[in-house]
């Protein structure tokens, strides 16, 4: 049952997030656009409102039309999507410290009073703080991902895009002919074709 369930993540995670990927990085494009466009993905992802990233990425994309590659700022965005939920408390609490303003408890009696509507303004006030935090700390971390990413998506297209290069034949300086062993690379490619 557990292998079961072990093989079913991976292969969701295979299917949705690591063969888009792959196919991405195939295409051969430049490691510095994607680099921008995934720091851009997961930057917009972790927005502290959730179901309004998938339209500030639409947003961006219009933007920077030439400058962001759609299917890597989509994905980033989509594997942001845990982490947003993860980074909500600490963008409140950013933003309450920034204002310096009260904290919003998280106990079970501020959870009654959000259902019963009694805690509107507190909410409000909440949610501000949030979005505060996040535009603080929204250019700090897609600077810190477009350095990061930069390296990363340069060997990954460098090791996904290199193909077997052929080696050229060196002319003989007798003139008689000369039998050339084929070369280990050649012999592959020979044994895959066949």
Not at 145 to 170: E, H, N, Q
């Amino acid at each position: 049952m557990v292998r079961r369930c072990f093989s079913f993540g991976s292969g969701w995670f295979r299917a949705r997030i690591s063969d888009p990927l792959l196919q991405i990085l195939r295409k051969g494009t430049e490691p510095k656009k994607l680099a921008f466009s995934a720091s851009l993905g997961i930057t917009l992802g972790v927005f502290p409102i959730c179901g309004v990233t998938l339209f500030f990425c639409g947003i961006a994309l219009a933007l920077f039309r030439s400058q962001c590659h759609a299917a890597t700022m989509m994905l980033a965005n989509f594997i942001a999507t845990p982490i947003e939920l993860s980074l909500m408390i600490p963008f409140l609490r950013f933003g309450e410290f920034i204002t310096g303003g009260p904290k919003f408890p998280l106990t079970s009696d501020a959870f009654k009073k959000l259902l019963t509507g009694q805690a509107s303004r507190e909410i409000l006030y909440s949610i501000y703080h949030a979005l505060l935090g996040w535009v603080v700390a929204a250019p700090m971390l897609f600077g810190a991902l477009y350095i990061a990413l930069i390296p990363c998506f340069t060997i990954l297209t460098r090791r996904l895009t290199t193909t077997v290069p052929s080696t050229p034949k060196k002319p003989s300086s007798s003139p008689r002919k000369s039998v050339t062993s084929p070369s280990a690379s050649e012999v592959k490619l020979k044994n895959r074709d066949v």
